[in-house]
């Protein structure tokens, strides 16, 4: 699929995307197992065709030392592996023959394409005019003057789901338009325990059953990189704690909700049912053990479905998908997913902003969850009937969604998302106490936001 940066990566041979950052993403690129769906491509595209045809810009004008003409732009992201982008754009440039799209493939790293973004940016050479942004980046750009405000008529209507809305929100002003969400989900041998586990307690006395099996327990992303950080968020959120303000000005880690979170996760390691392994897997290591039958839960994004479900998969059948369990009940996921930015160096904006709002039709998402496999940001596709059909796990996706909460929201994101990986890092490591780590992390943290 494409990379995206929503930081938990994923697949290996299955190849499952780079990046539960949730490409994103908790995103990330689409594997072999999503190429055998691209037959259904060409019509879902075509259909594309019909309900955007009409489609007029009227987004706010941007900043910059671009302009608001139209004409041919470009699009960057990361690696498509499936192949369904060129096809999807080739509808809008069939459609628009005066401003077409010119497709830009980045690296497969997240991190690359960040950096390339931000290189053209404080460039303002406008060489790409509309960027698949991470949603953890939207606020960050915004604040540096780089991303062109967008109209919420057009890219945040009442059909958005209001996360989405959120991540692409800087000081009450959208600058990117939701393009896909995500939230990670509980795999979970079905075969081997039946009923999913919805609390800790009940997670770790399910490991008894993975130890019975000569299995590992549990799964993760625990690698020191951006899926880490999500993992982390997702255990102290589902605590009740949190590492900033919801406005980002504040450090607020250093709680005893936060504690209790990275306990957990601790306690996860040192009694062994998160394998000492686990802290190098990135997404594509931990859905292969999860895929091999090594481990018995994965939290992962809902791709690793595709996979999984094969044909030729070892647990096809056998597994299940749940909400990540939490202290007393269902957890929170960290919500991932790509905001589509305009550059406010653009010389064609309104071209631009058609073009996201294209992106951003029923059509459109519709090719996201069936061809992509990725997660809509239209409310009323989670029960679409045929979407659910190939995607049984769309309610309990939507429920999870409707409690993820955002990484930090924050101009300071990269730096604060570094400071959260070293300091957690250190504590599954059991190089420091959890006490130790958060005093640390508590400190990193207000130098991060403070230097921004």
Wanted: glycine share 8%; aromatic share 8%; net charge positive.
């Amino acid at each position: 699929m494409l990379t995206a940066n929503v930081g938990r990566n994923r697949l290996g041979r299955a190849r499952v995307p780079r990046a539960r950052r949730p490409y994103v993403a908790r995103l990330t690129h689409w594997g072999d197992t999503v190429r055998r769906r691209l037959s259904w491509t060409g019509a879902a595209v075509a259909a594309a065709t019909v309900a955007t045809v009409g489609l007029s810009g009227c987004g706010a004008s941007g900043s910059g030392s671009g302009g608001d003409a139209r004409g041919p732009i470009t699009f960057a992201s990361g690696k498509d592996l499936t192949g369904a982008m060129p096809q999807l754009l080739a509808q809008w440039n069939k459609l628009h023959p005066d401003q077409k799209v010119t497709f830009i493939e980045l690296s497969a790293s997240p991190d690359d394409q960040r950096n390339s973004f931000v290189q053209d940016l404080q460039a303002r050479s406008g060489k790409y005019d509309v960027m698949w942004d991470d949603v953890v980046w939207t606020s960050e750009f915004a604040a540096h003057g780089w991303l062109a405000p967008l109209d919420k008529a057009q890219v945040g209507g009442p059909g958005v789901l209001p996360a989405a809305v959120d991540t692409a929100t800087y000081k009450g002003t959208m600058y990117g338009a939701p393009f896909m969400t995500n939230s990670a989900l509980l795999y979970y041998r079905s075969d081997l325990v039946p009923k999913p586990p919805t609390t800790w307690a009940e997670l770790q006395a399910d490991c008894a059953v993975a130890k019975a099996h000569h299995m590992d327990c549990y799964a993760g992303q625990f690698a020191q990189y951006e899926g880490l950080t999500v993992n982390a968020a997702e255990a102290i959120t589902s605590a009740g704690g949190s590492f900033l303000s919801p406005d980002g000005t504040k450090v607020t880690v250093d709680s005893p909700q936060a504690r209790a979170g990275l306990q957990h996760l601790v306690d996860m390691f040192r009694n062994g049912d998160i394998p000492k392994a686990a802290l190098t897997y990135q997404e594509q290591e931990s859905a292969n053990a999860f895929l091999s039958g090594k481990t018995m839960f994965l939290a992962n994004w809902p791709y690793v479905y595709t996979a999984a479900s094969a044909a030729d998969s070892k647990i096809k059948g056998k597994f299940g998908m749940a909400q990540l369990p939490g202290p007393n009940g269902p957890g929170k996921a960290s919500l991932g997913g790509i905001d589509l930015g305009v550059s406010a160096f653009s010389k064609h904006k309104q071209t631009a902003k058609d073009f996201v709002a294209w992106m951003q039709s029923e059509s459109s998402q519709k090719i996201l969850v069936k061809v992509m496999n990725q997660a809509s940001v239209l409310s009323k596709l989670y029960t679409d009937p045929e979407l659910t059909k190939a995607s049984p796990y769309l309610p309990t996706l939507q429920k999870a969604e409707l409690t993820a909460v955002p990484r930090p929201k924050t101009p300071a994101y990269n730096a604060v998302s570094l400071a959260i990986q070293k300091d957690v890092y250190a504590a599954l490591q059991g190089k420091v106490s959890v006490d130790g780590a958060i005093k640390n992390l508590a400190g990193d943290l207000q130098q991060a936001i403070q230097s921004n």
